[in-house]
């Protein structure tokens, strides 16, 4: 089955690759909050193709405007078509496309793909987690200080004093933040060990669903921000490679 999924978003991502490399038509979704074309028709054809695969499945895609009251919890497939939609307009290769299929007798799938780097995520629940099908692991650091930590910032500017808190703290008390503009692929970097930890305070399932999975796999951990177990309602997150957790959750509790 993973290598059914891997298929079609390694496809899709061709769609995102020849996008990239176009002229495209950006539209608004909100001030700052980019849609493409590209966007739409791969999120199109991803459920086109998912569909055929999970008859039984509810798609839940970030272009298809479902309500947030709607979404079910087990047999969803979330999509996010192309995750970093601001680097994809202006050109920037982080970019991705991320699907997480959440099963409740099979086990849950997680693929990411990053058509621009080559880079194909993926992983099953208890089956590891792979890059271009080699195993990845989350990192071996164990102190803040030698950690590279990941971040992102919502569209919506209402709780950027909290925010500020937070990055003051982190570029405190770390080796430096990086904000790489596609939450998929944060994960995956932490997954792959070359971010220690990502937080993001306010994040859609479509962001997350295929990443928390690769992040699980590869050896880390995922919460929300005050600890607790993660699941996909929830919006913000910390995923690390479980060694720095403890010490990140005092630095927000600080805050
Ligand atoms: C965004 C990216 C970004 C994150 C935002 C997301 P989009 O997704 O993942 O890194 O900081 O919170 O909304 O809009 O490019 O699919
Ligand atoms: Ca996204
Ligand atoms: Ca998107």
């Known amino acids: 089955m993973l290598k059914q999924i891997s298929d079609i978003v390694l496809e899709a991502g061709e769609i995102v690759k020849t996008g990239f490399y176009s002229n495209k038509n950006v539209e608004y979704k909100g001030e700052v909050d980019l849609v493409t074309e590209y966007d739409v028709k791969t999120e199109e054809f991803l459920k086109e193709k998912l569909q055929k695969l999970f008859p039984d499945f509810t798609i839940v895609g970030e272009e298809s405007n479902l309500d947030k009251k709607d979404y079910p919890h087990e047999n969803v497939i979330y999509i996010d078509p192309i995750d970093g939609t601001t ?115 306010r994040l859609q399932p479509w962001d997350m669903a295929g990443g928390l999975i690769i992040v699980r796999e590869a050896g880390g951990i995922v919460t929300k921000l005050d600890g607790r177990y993660h699941d996909i309602d929830c919006d913000g997150l910390i995923a690390s490679n479980g060694l720095v957790h403890v010490e990140f959750l005092n630095l927000l509790n600080e805050v």
């Open 87 to 201: 680097n994809f307009v202006h050109g920037v290769p982080f970019v991705a496309v991320s699907v997480g299929v959440i099963t409740e007798t099979e086990g849950k799938y997680g693929v990411v793909y990053n058509p621009i780097l080559n880079e194909l995520y993926s992983a099953e629940t208890g089956m590891g987690a792979y890059c271009n099908g080699s195993q990845i692991k989350v990192s071996a650091t164990s102190s803040l200080i030698n950690s590279l930590i990941a971040t992102g910032f919502p569209y919506k500017k209402d709780n950027l004093p909290y925010l500020m808190q937070i990055l003051e703290q982190v570029i405190l008390n770390t080796r430096g933040i990086r904000r790489a503009g596609a939450a998929s692929l944060d994960l995956c970097y932490t997954a792959r060990g070359i971010y220690d930890l990502y937080y993001e305070t």
